[in-house]
């Protein structure tokens, strides 16, 4: 995991310093929010399948990296 965020703060720094403005800006659309918590409350309840579990951790993923991405950003604007 160690290897795989590293390489998650690379991209992010990367994307933070080539377009701050609009990862501040990024938001998931709508229907992919809905999926998240639909699927986040299957995995509440115990209900969650294989496939959704690999789905939701790909969005998690996702949002480490925006997350990290969006940190940059702020870090990078500041700097000007």
Known sequence: MTAS???????????ADAIPE???AFKFSPAIQRRIEVLVEKK????????????LERYLAY??????AKARAVKHLENQ
């Open 22 to 24: 609009k990862i501040l």
């Open 63 to 68: 949002d480490l990296l925006i997350g990290l």
């Open 5 to 15: 965020l590293s390489a998650q703060d690379q991209i992010a720094a990367f994307l």
């Open 44 to 55: 509440k309840e115990g209900a969650i399948m294989s496939e959704e579990k690999d789905e």
